[in-house]
């Protein structure tokens, strides 16, 4: 309301005031929201580039440490033969608190705040305290008194590599694994003097060797390295038309013994040598694991048995890699009538009881790609007792390794070429007429990997 000359009234005055006083203090208010709101986006931004740059170094701490393991790893790799070979296991590197052998040359030596030495090296664009650093942890493997960690005594231990980038730690571990090395196609690990001999060889038996990373076996290019080894004697018994032929050495712990011609050893034959070191094979179960990869035939994982379904059962068995074969752990194969066993590719496996397995197909034909461990221990097989592992062929080819030093094996039916190695406590071989060929590859010991995971809060010790 106006007075007369147009001037407002007071009261009109006054709210126009009020309303324009308001209003400012909503546009402060709102202001300072604002500003509050940026001050808390940008704390939280600060929060979020942090976390962002925490979880990258975290991962790139973690691609350090797996760096290292490759570094490790390739190093081992390359130990091909002497000390640092399979031969003397892992001991060399155990050695130093698991800093020597093939790891010396990984990097400097340091003590971490774990108290334990490491070897430490960095990637190429770190410097300062970032990189990697690598040792290596004995597996438990004594199976009885107290671990020693300096000893390797079945060829398998860890590689713990830690990587670290700014205020990033990751620690990872790595199982690994060597295939056992040792220079002979039929090895004998022991020594029963009750026994007529611990190696019978007897007439149309011969041995030789050839190299599978060249190509298949050929007789016109065969080798002289069909040595065999017995740490108990060897007799070799003849026939008019069934001569053995053993192109290669034969050495024994006690003699070696020719009961009948015609018998032609074309390398050194040794009496009373020095006894010859086989690692025992550690049982892989009880428990038993879940062995995906199986076709056909029938596994129980409560008894971890294998065994096969009707009398033409095929088992197939999933392959892996060289660097990576595929691990299978059974108590038993036990297989029956005419049933086969198939592998395509590398595959390992472990056994911790009496096996009959039937059919044996390796379709690579490399001899190092069918391994077979027992862990079976028969201490009297001169006794009437079933062989620890029966293997048998098809067609009478078998390409594989036996590694089962102290269990009588056997082969059933008859065996025309073993392509391979035998390492048993007693092959019996006796009346099988049988040429078996040594693969020169398996002198090169093979470094697998068993096994990664990540270490929390658990220092490795």
Known sequence: ????????????????????????????????????????????????????????????????AEAGLEHAFALLSLETGGVNAASDGFNDELAGGGTGGGLTSLGALRTLDDGNPYRCNQLSEQSG????????????????????????????????????????RRTVELRIERDPVHDCVLCSNLDF?????????????????????????????????????SNGSVTMTGALLLPIDIDGAVTASRDVLTLLPPVSVSGATTEFAPTASYAAVPPCGPPYPSNDGITGGIYNRSTGILANVGLGDVIRLEGGTSDEPKEYCFSAILMTG??????????????????????????????????????????????????????????????????????????????NNFYGQMIAGIPA?????????????????????????????????
């Open 338 to 415: 005419v049933s086969r066993l198939q592998v395509d590719g590398p595959v390992h496996i472990r056994l911790t009881a009496v096996s009959t397995i039937l059919g044996i197909i390796n379709t690579t034909n490399v001899p190092g790609d069918l391994r077979i461990s027992s862990s079976v221990t028969q201490p009297l097989p001169f006794l009437p007792v079933n062989p620890g592992l029966v293997i048998g062929a098809v067609g009478g080819e078998l390409s594989m390794v036996v590694d089962a030093p102290n269990a009588l094996v056997a082969f059933v039916g008859v065996v």
């Open 1 to 64: 309301m106006r007075l007369r000359g147009g001037a407002p009234a007071d009261g009109a005055r006054n709210l126009s005031s009020d309303e324009s006083g308001f209003a400012l203090v909503v546009i402060v208010l709102l202001m300072a929201l604002l500003v509050s709101l940026g001050a808390v986006g940008a704390r939280t931004a600060q929060i979020e580039l942090r976390i962002a740059g925490n979880d990258l170094r975290s991962k790139q701490a973690l691609e350090t």
């Open 129 to 168: 305290d970032d990189g990697y650093c690598v040792r290596m942890v004995d597996n438990q493997d004594e199976v009885a008194g107290i671990n020693d960690g300096a000893a390797d005594i079945d060829n398998s231990v860890y590689l713990v590599s830690r990587g670290s980038v700014m205020s990033a």
């Open 193 to 229: 003097p009750l026994l007529p001999a611990d190696i019978a060889l007897v007439g149309g038996f011969s041995t030789d060797s050839y190299d599978s990373r060249v190509g298949a076996y050929s007789p016109m290019t065969a080798g002289d390295g069909g040595n065999i080894r």
């Open 429 to 461: 071989v006796v009346g099988v007429s049988a040429n078996m060929h040594f693969d020169e590859a398996l002198v090169e010991a093979g470094l697998h990997r068993r096994g990664w995971r990540e270490l929390r809060n658990h220092p490795p010790t």
